[in-house]
């Protein structure tokens, strides 16, 4: 009976380190988060990067090519089209600023679409929507 047993819990141990040590599958691999590239331009002056799609969230990466005064701002919105979060920049005057920020979109599946609005000084504004791919 002691053989019995001792030769069950040795196939059990050598099992489970087999299976602990084998490599994952290549199909097992998580993909990695969608991106969707941006530009805004509204007269010399753009907004130009990259919005990476998270669950929860949109990471928001870039640069502003501000010629005179500029700000950038961003507005997450959900499937229902009601608006899930924002951030903006400060006024940015003659320079480049470059930004690695992260937009609120704290539902099921996230955001559904990012809008990003360019302005100027004297109150024009360009706004351009991104779909989540």
């Known amino acids: 009976m002691k053989t019995h047993l001792a030769a069950a819990l040795g196939f059990v141990v050598l ?5 602990l040590g084998a490599p994952t ?9 969608p991106t969707t590239p941006f530009d805004v331009t509204l007269g010399a ?13 949109v990471g928001a990466g870039g640069k502003l090519q501000a010629v005179g005064c500029n700000r950038v701002g961003f507005s997450t919105y959900g499937a229902s ?15 480049t600023y470059q930004f690695n920020t992260v937009l609120p979109a704290d539902v099921p599946g996230g955001a559904a679409s990012v809008r990003i609005c360019l302005s100027d000084e004297d109150m024009a ?5 991104y779909d989540r791919p």
């Open 15 to 19: 099992t489970a380190g087999t299976l």
């Open 45 to 57: 002056s753009s907004v130009r990067g990259t919005l990476t799609w998270y669950d929860r969230s």
């Open 25 to 33: 599958a290549a199909g097992a691999q998580t993909a990695p988060y």
């Open 81 to 95: 089209g009601n608006e899930l979060g924002t951030w903006s920049t400060t006024l940015q005057c003659n320079v």
């Open 125 to 129: 504004v360009k706004c351009e929507w």
